[in-house]
């Protein structure tokens, strides 16, 4: 009786996370109206010429009036604005707005939304996946806050970052002690800042070999980066059985449609790094 529960409750999950990954194909604005919310994109571009995509929802449901309290999110690694607002009306991003904050939902050098530079394209120049998480916080996180408090006329705005999105917002503060004093808060989700004690076996094989990975991968076999083509390609290994078949693709389509072009990876080595050292310093 238990796994017959079980396998339906896996059913019903399947199919939620199926409609959801359609939402999150939908254009961000598109996606927002669905759920009731009118929704802004606004473009900014950083002291190093990229152009990066925010994703404003100003106001409450059924409301044009604009909220008070500014409020930037960052995303993690290979995420992006759209997965705040993934849960429909449980979305964190809805749960701001509807409690008084105007939220603008960053998107970093990379993802989907910000894969344009006033020089370099995306898809023909590796000089654009020349970076490193050092640039994204400096420049990325900078550009984003002076933006948003240059449109609001606040002095102060509150942040918020998940994973990797947290990693650039404690880069951004430390390179640039002065942007302390333009945040009011900040909160911190899932935080990667230490990650010398992890306990996944894997990550600590990585950080002791890393310098032999790094020379084999960059060196030997000349790879810089990690096209889509390679995780699409992973959708072939969920082909050859039934087991998680629907999970598996679901997950992947999902993934892969945050990367459009691929992911450098100069972001990969900097988690590494933070692996063998002790505390968290400036990558230069």
């Given at each position: 009786m238990e796994i017959h529960i079980a396998i339906i409750f896996l059913i019903f999950g399947l199919q939620k996370l199926k409609a959801?990954?359609?939402?999150?194909?939908?254009?961000?604005?598109?996606?927002?109206?669905?759920?009731?919310?009118?929704?802004?994109?606004?473009?900014?571009t950083t002291d190093d010429g990229y152009i990066l995509t925010m994703h404003r929802i100003p106001s409450a449901k059924?409301?044009?009036?604009?909220?008070?309290?500014?409020?930037?999110?960052v995303p993690g690694m290979t995420a992006v604005s759209d997965c705040f607002i993934l849960l429909g009306n449980a979305s964190i991003a809805y749960t701001l707005v509807e409690n008084g904050y105007d939220v603008w939902l960053t998107?970093?050098?990379?993802?989907?939304?910000?894969?344009?530079?006033?020089?370099?394209?995306a898809m023909e120049d590796k000089e654009y996946w020349n970076y490193t998480i050092h640039e994204m916080g400096h420049y990325d996180i900078a550009s984003f806050v002076d933006y948003i408090r240059n449109v609001t006329k606040k002095?102060?705005?509150?942040?918020?970052?998940?994973?990797?999105?947290?990693?650039?917002?404690?880069?951004?503060?430390?390179?640039?002690p002065d942007y302390n004093?333009?945040?009011?808060?900040?909160?911190?989700?899932?935080p990667s800042v230490y990650l010398n004690d992890s306990l996944i076996s894997v990550m600590k094989i990585v950080g002791?070999?890393?310098?032999?990975?790094?020379?084999?991968?960059r060196e030997v076999l000349n790879i810089h980066f990690l096209p889509r083509s390679l995780f699409e390609g992973m959708e072939t290994v969920c082909n050859s059985g039934p087991a998680f078949f629907s999970l598996c693709r679901a997950l992947i389509a999902g993934f892969c449609d945050n990367l459009d072009y691929g992911v450098n990876l100069?972001?990969?080595?900097?988690?590494?790094?933070?692996?063998?050292?002790n505390l968290m310093n400036q990558m230069y």
């Open positions: 959801e990954i359609i939402n999150y194909r939908l254009p961000f604005v598109k996606a927002a109206a669905l759920d009731g919310y009118k929704a802004e994109t606004h473009q900014v059924n409301s044009s009036k604009i909220n008070k309290y500014p409020v930037f999110m998107n970093p050098r990379g993802n989907k939304h910000s894969q344009k530079h006033v020089k370099y394209n002095d102060k705005i509150s942040g918020m970052g998940h994973s990797q999105g947290t990693t650039l917002i404690f880069l951004l503060l430390s390179s640039r004093d333009k945040l009011n808060i900040f909160v911190a989700l899932a002791k070999y890393s310098n032999f990975f790094d020379h084999m991968i100069d972001r990969i080595y900097d988690f590494v790094d933070l692996i063998n050292i």
